[in-house]
């Protein structure tokens, strides 16, 4: 896990945050970061977002894997002894 330091904040933020970590039940950490997830979690792309979009991406197959396999099988079937 990383960490994040934030510098330069202005007293009224860090006072603002205390309170709302205090409604909330949670340290000033846990609200931080409650925050930065609820506001960056939806940016977030899953692995199957991704792979969905990679694929939208890439040239269409015109080969069956099938036809593949056999015309391999085949030239290999010509090379044995």
């Known amino acids: ?8 904040l202005d007293e009224r933020i860090i006072r603002t945050l205390r309170q709302r970590a205090a409604r ?3 340290s000033v950490e846990a609200e931080h970061r409650a925050i930065l997830e609820q506001v960056l979690g939806p940016e977030m ?6 792979a969905a979009r990679l694929r939208a991406q890439s040239p269409q197959q015109r080969t069956d894997s ?3 396999l056999r ?9 044995a002894p």
């Open 45 to 50: 792309e899953s692995f199957a977002d991704v």
């Open 66 to 68: 099938a036809d593949l």
């Open 71 to 79: 015309a391999d099988r085949d030239r290999n079937r010509g090379s």
């Open 24 to 26: 909330a039940g949670r």
């Open 1 to 8: 896990m990383g960490q994040l330091l934030v510098r330069g």
